[in-house]
C-alpha cells in the first residue's frame, strides 16, 4: 500500500535560512507527489507538484523539490525563509498504479516555524 | 476566478445528529473529492465525485456519504454524528479525474459534535 512519511513534525529556522522539509515514499510504481501548504483556518494550497517530468520541480514562492527514485524521496527546499512561510505543509502522493490514483494519500504534516 | 467554496464554515453538531455539509467547486471543475482532517488521523480521503457518481470511497464508515449534483456541486452528509467526527472537512476539485493536475481545495467546514 502507499505510504507517505515526512520526517519531523516540527522545524524550525531563521529568518534568511535554508528551509528543508523531508518526505520519503513507498509506491510500487514512481508516484504522482505533491506539496501543500496550510495556514491556520485555511484549506490546502498546493505547492509544486512532480508528474514524472523533470525531477526537479519548482513551485510558488521559491519552493522547489527534488525527485529521487533511488532514495524514495521528495524532500521540500526552499533558499531563504521568510516569516511569512510560517505554516504547516503536507507531502501527498497518488497512486498510479490502479484506479484509487484520484484519492491523495498525505503524510502526517511539518509545522515549520520562522523566527527573526 | 472564485475558488472552491464550502459553506458553512462553521458547525456545532450534538452527538446523534445529523449534518450536510456542501461544496462548489471551481467552474468547469467536475471531480469533487472530500477529506477529514484531524489532529490525531491526520488527513484522510473520503470519496470522490465526477458526473454525478461516486467513483472512488475511503476507509470510512456507512454513516458518512455524499452525492454530486449536475451543476458538480457536492454535498456530504453525516448521519449519527459521534463526538470522534469532530474535525475539518475539506473538498477538493478538479477538471478531471487525473491526479497529476493537482487538487484545488476549500477552506473547509469545521464540524464540532457536542
Known amino acids: 500500500a502507499q505510504s507517505v512519511t515526512q520526517l519531523g513534525s516540527h522545524v524550525s529556522v531563521s529568518e534568511g535560512a535554508l528551509v528543508l522539509l523531508r518526505c520519503n515514499y513507498s509506491?510500487?510504481?514512481?508516484?504522482?507527489l505533491f506539496w501543500y501548504v496550510q495556514y491556520p483556518n485555511q484549506g490546502l494550497q498546493l505547492l509544486l507538484k512532480y508528474t514524472s517530468a523533470a525531477t526537479l520541480v519548482k513551485g510558488i514562492n521559491d519552493f522547489e523539490a527534488e525527485f529521487k527514485k533511488s532514495e524514495t524521496s521528495f524532500h521540500l527546499t526552499k533558499p531563504s525563509a521568510h516569516m511569512s512561510d510560517a505554516a504547516e505543509y503536507f507531502c501527498?502522493?497518488?497512486?498510479?498504479?490502479?484506479?484509487?490514483?484520484?484519492?491523495?494519500?498525505f503524510g502526517k504534516g511539518t509545522t515549520l516555524s520562522v523566527s527573526s | 476566478k472564485a475558488g472552491v467554496t464550502q459553506t458553512p464554515r462553521y458547525l456545532i453538531k450534538t452527538r446523534g445528529q445529523q449534518v450536510t455539509l456542501s461544496c462548489s467547486p471551481i467552474?468547469?471543475?467536475?471531480?469533487v473529492s472530500w477529506y477529514q482532517q484531524t489532529p490525531g488521523q491526520g488527513l484522510q480521503f473520503l470519496f470522490e465525485?465526477?458526473?454525478?457518481?461516486?467513483?472512488n470511497k475511503g476507509n470510512f464508515p456507512g454513516r458518512f456519504s455524499g452525492r454530486q449534483f449536475s451543476n458538480s456541486r457536492s454535498e456530504m452528509n453525516v448521519s449519527t454524528l459521534e463526538l470522534g467526527d469532530s474535525a475539518l472537512y475539506l473538498c477538493?476539485?478538479?477538471?478531471?479525474?487525473?491526479?497529476?493536475?493537482?487538487?484545488?481545495f476549500g477552506s473547509g467546514t469545521r464540524l464540532t459534535v457536542v
Open positions: 509506491s510500487s510504481v514512481p508516484p504522482y
Open positions: 501527498a502522493v497518488s497512486d498510479r498504479a490502479n484506479q484509487a490514483g484520484t484519492a491523495l494519500i
Open positions: 467552474s468547469g471543475h467536475r471531480s
Open positions: 477538493a476539485s478538479s477538471v478531471r479525474r487525473e491526479p497529476r493536475d493537482g487538487y484545488t
Open positions: 465525485y465526477f458526473s454525478e457518481t461516486q467513483r
